[in-house]
T-cell receptor, first 113, second 112 residues
Framework: DVKVTQSSRYLVKRTGEKVFLECVQD?????MFWYRQDPGLGLRLIYF???????EKGDIPEGYSVSREKKERFSLILESASTNQTSMYLC????????????FGPGTRLTVL | TQLLKQSPQFLSIQEGENLTVYCNSS?????LQWYRQEPGEGPVLLVT?????EVKKLKRLTFQFGDARKDSSLHITAAQTGDTGLYLC????????????FGGGTRLMVKP
């Protein structure tokens, strides 16, 4: 059974703090993704990674960075959190052999005060 | 600018009614996926349609991909309270590594 886990379900941080969101998948998938989800806007791609040590900007990368040191782990970093980064963050993974299907984690609801 | 427009944004119906959700774009997609998301969970794939004009059925749910592969619809027959949730369409962009572009979502509430 496919499994994508995220380190926290809920997180509250203060403006200016550095925030780490961790995602782990156990399916040996090459590709991993970070999205943010806001009401009425659907999911918007922040960053993705085709494989270990690789990263590509998505549609809204400003204010974020990522790290992929191991195949199973993809981290999203908010260098200096701001209130407009309050959102639901979703991690996903896929394998190119599996078509376009992405498998999602449960999400992290981040509030920046 | 959203490449995929989903409508309606909200839908509240009685159990037993039928409904249709639409997903429209001016862009061509190599495939289109429908996901369902429950509160506190990530989206879960319902179906992928690949061929223009394709129709897929999943029990009471019928998915259609437009002939030009730019739009899609989801029809639910005799809705049940268990169908309540957020429905998301996502198109795979050819020439962009088949990255997914998501619609804004349709929040469906089925009342008993």
């Amino acid at each position: 059974d496919v499994k994508v886990t995220q380190s926290s379900r809920y997180l509250v941080k203060r403006t200016g703090e550095k925030v780490f969101l961790e995602c782990v998948q156990d399916m040996d998938h090459e590709n991993m993704f970070w999205y943010r989800q806001d009401p009425g806007l659907g999911l918007r791609l922040i960053y993705f990674s085709y494989d270990v040590k690789m990263k590509e900007k998505g549609d809204i990368p400003e204010g974020y960075s990522v790290s992929r040191e191991k195949k199973e782990r993809f981290s999203l970093i908010l260098e200096s959190a701001s209130t407009n980064q309050t959102s639901m963050y979703l991690c996903a993974s896929r394998t190119p052999q599996g078509g376009d299907t992405q498998y999602f984690g449960p999400g992290t609801r981040l509030t920046v005060l | 600018t959203q490449l995929l427009k989903q409508s309606p944004q909200f839908l509240s119906i009685q159990e037993g009614e039928n409904l249709t959700v639409y997903c429209n774009s001016s862009s061509v997609f190599s495939s289109l996926q429908w996901y369902r998301q429950e509160p506190g969970e990530g989206p879960v794939l319902l179906v992928t349609v690949v061929t223009g004009g394709e129709v897929k059925k999943l029990k009471r749910l019928t998915f259609q991909f437009g002939d030009a592969r730019k739009d899609s619809s989801l029809h639910i027959t005799a809705a049940q309270t268990g169908d309540t949730g957020l429905y998301l369409c996502a198109g795979a962009r050819p020439g962009a590594g088949n990255m997914l572009t998501f619609g804004g979502g349709t929040r469906l509430m089925v009342k008993p």
